[in-house]
């Protein structure tokens, strides 16, 4: 479990410092962070709706935690490990 929420959050923040160098979340990061998430997701939650819930949460969680996306992609691996990101999952997986 922690495997795979790793890996969705290093993808989706990786694909953010691709595709943008700003220094807060606009849209344009929100929306490539929302369509990379539940790309990840979808399968393991079994539907489109679970999987929007499940990055709801994360990004919610990680834009309280990290205000602006630079923020977010230097503390990379504590994200991976953040308990409230961890609980997203559940929170998803227990409906």
């Not at 795979?4 to 959050?9: A, D, G, S």
């Not at 990379?36 to 709801?56: I, M």
């Amino acid at each position: 479990m922690k495997k795979r929420t790793h890996l969705i959050v290093v993808s989706v923040l990786l694909l953010l410092v691709v595709t943008s160098c700003k220094n807060t979340w606009s849209r344009e990061d929100k929306a490539t962070f929302y369509q990379a998430c539940t790309e990840e997701a979808k399968p393991w939650t079994g539907s489109a709706e679970k999987a929007k819930t499940y990055c709801d949460c994360v990004f919610a969680n990680m834009e309280k935690k990290y205000p602006n996306e630079e923020d977010a992609l230097e503390h990379i691996d504590s994200l991976a490990k953040d308990s409230a990101l961890l609980n997203c999952k559940g929170a998803v997986m227990v409906k």
